[in-house]
Nanobody
Framework: QLPLVESGGGLVQPGGSLTLSCSTS??????????IGWFRQAPGQEREGVAC???????VYADSVRGRFTISRDNAKNKMYLQMYNLKPEDTAVYYC????????????????????WGQGTQVTVSS
C-alpha cells in the first residue's frame, strides 16, 4: 500500500459538508515529526495547496478555503483530517494527502513544494 491513504471523498451538494481522512501509518520515517497537508487538483489545473499543519499543530490555509475548512491531526492514531463546510462547486477536485520532506518544519504556506510523500487521492464533487 501507499505511504499515505486518503478516504472520505464523495458527492455533496453546494453548501454541504464533508470530512476527509488520511492515514499516515504507512510512513516509515517520522510520520509524527513532519508537517502534512491537503492538496487538490481539478481537471486541467495544477495541484494546489489547501491546508497544511505542522507537528506543533500550527495551521495555514489557502485563501479560497480559509474559514470554511479545518485541518487537524492525531499522531497517536496516525491520521489527519480535513473538515469541509459550506462547500462550493469550485471545491470539486481530487484531494491528496501530502507529507513534508523535512522534519519539524513549521508550515507557513500552502504549496506542494517540499512535499515528497503522497497518497492516491480521493474525489470530492460538489454539485446539485
Amino acid at each position: 500500500q501507499l505511504p499515505l491513504v486518503e478516504s472520505g471523498g464523495g458527492l455533496v451538494q453546494p453548501g454541504g459538508s464533508l470530512t476527509l481522512s488520511c492515514s499516515t501509518s504507512g510512513v516509515s520515517s517520522g510520520p509524527g515529526q513532519r508537517a502534512i497537508g491537503w492538496f487538490r487538483q481539478a481537471p486541467g489545473q495544477e495541484r494546489e495547496g489547501v491546508a497544511c499543519i505542522s507537528t506543533s499543530s500550527t495551521t495555514v490555509y489557502a485563501d479560497s478555503v480559509r474559514g470554511r475548512f479545518t485541518i487537524s491531526r492525531d499522531n497517536a492514531k496516525n491520521k489527519m483530517y480535513l473538515q469541509m463546510y459550506n462547500l462550493k462547486p469550485e471545491d470539486t477536485a481530487v484531494y491528496y494527502c501530502g507529507m513534508d520532506s523535512s522534519w519539524f518544519r513549521t508550515a507557513t504556506r500552502v504549496s506542494p513544494v517540499g512535499y515528497d510523500t503522497w497518497g492516491q487521492g480521493t474525489q470530492v464533487t460538489v454539485s446539485s
